[in-house]
């Protein structure tokens, strides 16, 4: 099992930026597929950004350009660079991984552990 740890949330004006992390405690190899996602009050928890190793990242339309996910191998410690930030982009921000890689890096239905999240709040 690995347990997920995000920090780095907080309130942000438009047009600024944040650094969100994950650090994944326990054996984490187990579970190679690593991704962030968010979600608003009322709406479904979204799939924003992936790593798959290798250097593979994916990106949902609404983030891509904006947002970097990167992967610490040796600090075990999952970033998301969010820059250009928007009043949309406020939301719970969730980081995740999987063991599957079996339906596909922004589904929510492909992680099976889960942080307990961190709130990120854009103001115009």
């Known amino acids: 099992q690995v347990q997920l740890m995000e920090s780095g949330g907080g309130s942000v004006q438009v047009g600024e930026s944040l650094r969100l992390s994950c650090l994944a405690i326990?054996?984490?190899?187990?579970?190679?597929?690593m991704a962030w996602f968010r979600q608003a009050p009322g709406q479904e928890r979204e799939g924003i950004a992936a790593?798959?190793?290798?250097?593979?990242?994916y990106y949902s339309n609404s983030v891509k350009g904006r947002f970097t996910v990167s992967l610490d191998n040796a600090a075990n410690t999952l970033y998301l660079q969010m820059d250009q930030l928007k009043p949309e982009d406020t939301a719970t921000y969730y980081c995740?991984?999987?063991?599957?890689?079996?339906?596909?890096?922004?589904?929510?239905?492909?992680?099976?552990?889960w942080g307990q999240g961190t709130q990120v709040t854009v103001s115009a």
């Open positions: 995740a991984a999987s063991s599957k890689r079996a339906i596909g890096p922004l589904s929510r239905f492909e992680y099976d552990s």
């Open positions: 790593f798959t190793g290798g250097a593979r990242a």
């Open positions: 326990g054996d984490r190899f187990q579970r190679p597929w």
